[in-house]
């Protein structure tokens, strides 16, 4: 990408967008579009046209996505893979429309099938069952990895897509039952510090990865050969159970109440560590720990939430 380059970051809002956007001026990049859910409702077929007729941007990340934990992805499962649709079908299609150079498509560990293989790689996509209390979700994202393909494949558009870890940082849904299991973890350890109750038995082994990594494996991977519909894991290889999960989260905060294991909700996928060996051997690692990236979003949780 150019420096003055025009580039379009959907879902700046948001928890990956916002690392994206803090990320692309930090490195000098100095014509980035943004706009609101208010501004622009990404779901309405006419209106997102109707911008990329008058912004015509040149690079587009796509990390607009309806977003949850397990709660929220197994009640709105509906909302879920119809929003998830509208919004990628809207940006993939205007993108090739309006002559994008090259679209970053944002899709998720939970694509997944929930017995694969694990460390997983890019391969096993397709290769079995999804977790079915996120499948609405899953089963969009699926599409737009394929859609971003087919367009590569039949119009020569530019694409790729990235794979992350399970994700966490500034910006994030901190709601305690609809958010992802980091922040909502800190929202009830820090608003109910006599006990809180959590789904499961914590045995589930997850493998987390702080935003600004992440934005830094986005825009690395933008600026990469790579254009062919191409599917990249990105993670940090370091795995830790939702009990262990919580026990530093609650250290941290400072919580000294109960916790209790709700094993009437379900788990999720039992483990699901990437195997993020391409990325790496084009040159790209992380740069903070658990530990750093879990102190971050704590302590900007404290001086934007409370």
Not at 151 to 167: D, E, F, V, W
Request: proline content about 5%; aromatic content about 10%.
């Amino acid at each position: 990408m150019k420096k003055d380059g025009k580039i379009f970051v959907a879902g700046h809002r948001g928890l990956v967008g916002s690392a994206i956007v803090r990320q692309l001026r930090a490195l000098g990049y100095s014509n980035i579009i943004t706009r609101s859910r208010e501004e622009l409702d990404l779901r309405d077929t006419k209106e997102v046209q109707q911008f990329f007729y008058e912004e015509r941007p040149q690079y587009v990340f796509d990390s607009a996505a309806k977003v949850g934990g397990i709660r929220a992805n197994d009640t709105y499962s509906a909302e879920f893979i119809y929003d998830n649709l509208m919004i990628q079908n809207n940006l993939i299609h205007s993108s090739y429309l309006f002559g994008v150079i090259k679209f970053l498509f944002l899709g998720s560990v939970c694509v997944y099938p929930k017995y694969a293989p694990t460390p997983v790689k890019e391969s096993s996509l397709l290769d079995g069952l999804l977790e079915p209390t996120n499948e609405a979700y899953a089963v969009a994202k699926i599409a737009g990895i394929k859609m971003c393909q087919a367009y590569s494949k039949q119009y020569g558009m530019k694409t790729l897509t990235i794979m992350p870890a399970n994700l966490y940082g500034p910006n994030d849904n901190f709601h305690p039952e609809n958010g992802h299991v980091i922040p909502a973890m800190i929202e009830k350890f820090v608003k109910n510090p006599h006990g809180v109750a959590l789904w499961g038995d914590g045995s589930p082994m997850r493998e987390f990865m702080f935003s600004e990594d992440m934005a830094d494996a986005c825009i690395f991977l933008m600026n990469s050969e790579l254009c062919q519909g191409d599917v990249v894991n990105a993670g940090t290889g370091d795995e830790v159970s939702i009990r262990a999960l919580a026990t530093s989260i609650a250290d941290a905060v400072g919580f000294e109440g109960t916790i209790e294991w709700d094993t009437s909700k379900p788990n999720g996928t039992p483990k699901r560590p990437l195997d993020f060996s391409k990325i790496t051997s084009m040159g790209w690692k992380p740069k903070n720990t658990m530990a750093e990236g879990l102190a971050k979003t704590i302590r900007w949780y404290r001086e934007n939430k409370i």
